[in-house]
């Protein structure tokens, strides 16, 4: 059985940091672009964050350009989501997801497996 499940999550306070994780089991996606999402209350799901299977190859929201670096570990078929400098815009739920080919994308209709979410609360 497939599995992704994140950790990481919490409540921080504006200008905190927090670095999510994202553990894949039931098969290796090293060959397998990788994407963040989030979705805010009452807001549809958007796209954060992905790389390549590589790990060469990354791509932000603007939102969280500057702020937030995607990077993953293969040998460890884990994914990471370090945020810096976080807002109170930032609050969400944050999903992780292996993507169909070896890119990932800014579609969730890229990718096949998605994570249950972890909440990232950030208060003013």
């Known amino acids: 059985q497939v599995q992704l499940v994140e950790s990481g999550g919490g409540s921080v306070h504006a200008g905190d940091s927090l670095r999510l994780s994202c553990a894949a089991s039931?098969?290796?996606?090293?060959?397998?672009?990788m994407g963040w999402f989030r979705q805010a209350p009452g807001k549809e799901r958007e796209f954060v964050a992905r790389?390549?299977?590589?790990?060469?190859?990354?791509h932000y929201a603007d939102s969280v350009k500057g702020r937030f670096t995607i990077s993953r570990d293969n040998a460890k078929n884990t994914l990471y989501l370090q945020m810096n400098s976080l807002k109170p815009e930032d609050t969400a739920v944050y999903y992780c997801?292996?993507?169909?080919?070896?890119?990932?994308?800014?579609?969730?209709?890229?990718?096949?497996?998605w994570g249950q979410g972890t909440q990232v609360t950030v208060s003013s």
């Open positions: 790389i390549s299977w590589s790990g060469g190859t990354t």
């Open positions: 997801a292996a993507g169909r080919g070896t890119y990932g994308g800014t579609q969730q209709r890229e990718y096949d497996y």
């Open positions: 039931g098969r290796t996606f090293s060959r397998n672009g």
